[in-house]
């Protein structure tokens, strides 16, 4: 609508851009615009075969909450959320709303045979959490339903390892906090291109179907070289600091260098 407005000759002041997955496409050009800021370099790139000049590309992260960035306790963070963490801790993320085969991937993670803390963010959606609740849960296991919370940062400080879609800002803030990812439901397009960035760079699996979830997700837990590899290819993507700089660079922008 801006870029619009400035063609249109309606609105007479500079933009930036702020690009919210891991890779871009052709819709997130929009002329005339001053600064993109891109999530990784291969994004800036294909920015630049959409005619971007590069030097209107910069390449800083998503931006996700600072809290992110700080420092954390693993032992406090498990006291805070009731947390045992005498088994590998799985966290599983069913977005904001809960949408999606949620409960397939849950009773396909209850199918793990090795002894799991599995804890469900289940978002605002109250109704899957009370229809989670119904399912039982084997003996070797502990659960925890969560509803929605404001403390994911603290919940992945728990984690081994996490289950999700690979949306953006969710996938920056698992990067951050360093943990490997076991991708399920990518949506075609910007999610399926996020999957290939991480499946690249070594931060993560694939699993194409619940019913492989079980097998694949022991399977990494019992490669403990494995996931410190994935750990460590996680931390390198990550950018924790993304917010700031992006803030920092469009003042510097609208101030003439001078922020």
Request: charged share 25%.
């Amino acid at each position: 609508m801006i870029a619009r407005l400035r063609r249109k000759g309606k609105l007479d002041i500079p933009q930036v851009t702020v690009c919210t997955d891991l890779d871009t496409h052709r819709l997130w050009v929009n002329e005339p615009c001053e600064r993109y800021f891109c999530a990784t370099e291969q994004g800036a790139r294909y920015l630049h075969h959409w005619g971007v000049p590069t030097t209107a590309t910069e390449v800083t992260g998503i931006p996700i909450d600072p809290v992110f960035s700080l420092p954390y306790d693993r032992p406090t963070c498990q006291s805070k959320l009731d947390i045992e963490g005498k088994r590998p801790v799985v966290l599983q993320l069913c977005g904001g709303f809960g949408v999606g085969p949620v409960e397939a991937n849950y009773r396909a993670m209850l199918a793990v045979e090795k002894p799991i803390e599995l804890v469900v963010i289940c978002g605002r959606n109250e109704a899957l959490r009370e229809q989670l609740a119904k399912v039982p849960v084997p003996e070797q296991h502990k659960v925890h339903l969560i509803g929605f919370t404001r403390d994911m940062h603290d919940y992945m400080a728990c984690a081994d390892l996490v289950v999700t879609k690979p949306g953006g800002l969710t996938t920056s803030e698992i990067l951050a906090r360093g943990l490997p990812m076991v991708i399920c439901n990518p949506i075609p397009g910007q999610e399926s291109h996020n999957s290939d960035f991480l499946l690249e760079h070594g931060a993560a699996i694939k699993v194409h179907h619940p019913s492989l979830l079980p097998v694949k997700v022991a399977e990494l837990l019992s490669q403990r070289s494995r996931l410190a590899r994935m750990r460590e290819c996680s931390l390198e993507l990550g950018r924790p600091n993304a917010a700031r700089d992006i803030v920092r660079k469009s003042l510097e922008y609208a101030l003439g260098g001078q922020a």
